[in-house]
């Protein structure tokens, strides 16, 4: 497509939806689209579209046309646009510089923006109440909005995200996966008179993925609660074989953390070599289960057996290549699990360099479940790794759930031999009304697949996953847990401004992509 009299224009989505939406965006040209980038609610792209051309957005949910609110952009516009741009070249100059290059032939920047379709009207005096700090603010027009979102939806209250410094705070949908246990939502919220100014006593809440306040400062979020604790026992479940190096370690770690309630139940697959046998010989004599199970590697079928031996209210599934277990991590595990409505808790797992290995489970770019920020040295947005939280789901190198919850949903599910079986425990215990969460009270050493080798995405792991979906189709598409708008090709928790690159070659404007 030549550019031929461009004019600069601002790309914005449909006004009036309350729920995150997904486009992918067009630029038409002589019957033919280009698919020229991926445009959320709450962003616009501005950018130059050449003269004659039309521009439709395709709802990713769907794949339903829709026509895009198409403006003419002003100077603040493409210099808003061009900063950004800017800024983040600066902080990730490698995955910004592709997307500028992959263009194509019309280019766009991404600019944020505080909401779609509301003008900087003051506010009618609709009577809500807002819970603030001192230095927090709403945006221009943002008060119209937040009273559309009340009329719209009915609810008792509202929240929404916030800008410091310009650097956007991004809240997860599903508010409950913070409330109960920090400060994320003692601010930028709104309540009808009527209603209790606490969210976790409205019966209706809605979160809102835009933009409509901005704070002076922001510090870390608060804890509320510290770690339960708990004197019932935990039956330990240790899948292994060979590895006595790994295993080794992980045995070490358990002699010291165990307490007198507590049991080591340890299920050896095949194991041949004899350090490691010497090792499980050892652990018998001092008093843990021991069962031998023959046959294919099948962690599902491993772990059943051994919880068939448990005898403590709680079960934890350990990998024999987590170590360094903190003190007291069991007490804190039962008392978790103690809590009303929790089916089973995820823990602190760290690479054995010190960087971040397992802050629980979301979903990539990809729709598969991935890791949230493997690899680095960090504490999440504003400390938000310090607290516990409900997730989407969890790793079962290390999980704790109830031993009668995990038998009366019949254990880890055998259809799942390698991958995906922890998932499938988090989505049957979330069908059932509990919650999975992710503390940081436990903390440990993860050498994750040391002993199998870590493998990558093929097309069986995408069959198995389908296969997943198929039994949770409410679950396991979309995770409610995090914001809508963090960067799922990264999965890393800053706002994801993907608007170029996802076509170089023509295309259709409708139909499934």
Known sequence: MELRRPRPVIICAPAGSVSYQEFDLFVKHTGEGRRVGRLRSGTAAVGFLPKGCEVVLTEISTGRAVAADVRPAAWRDLFAATARTLRRLLRHPRSTWQDLRRGGGAFFWPVRIVHVGAGRDTPRESGFQRAHRMGDSLLPGAGRRIDEIFQQTGADSVSWDFLVAG?????????????????????????????????????????????????????????RHPAPRSQAGVSVVLPTRDAPGLLGACLDSLDATLRDADELIIVDHCTGDEAALARIRRAEEAGAKVCREDGPFNFSRLVNAGARLATRPNLVMLNNDVAALNEDWTAIMAGWLARDGVGAVGVDLRYPDGTRQHAGLSLDAEGMPAHLEPGRRTDGPFGLYQLPRAVFAVTGACLGVSTETFREIGGLDEAWPTDFNDIALCLALRERGLSVMWTPDISAVHAESASRGRSAVTGRHREDWARLLERHPDLGRSDPFVSPRIDRRRMAWVEDWRLSGYGDGPGHATGSH
């Open 167 to 223: 650097e956007g705070v991004l809240r997860p949908e599903a508010t409950a996966s913070l409330v109960h246990e920090s400060d994320a939502m003692d601010r930028h919220v709104a309540f009808r008179p009527e209603a209790a100014r606490d969210v976790t006593l409205s019966a209706r809440h809605v979160h809102v993925s835009e933009y409509l306040g901005r704070s002076q400062v922001m510090q870390s979020w608060t804890r």
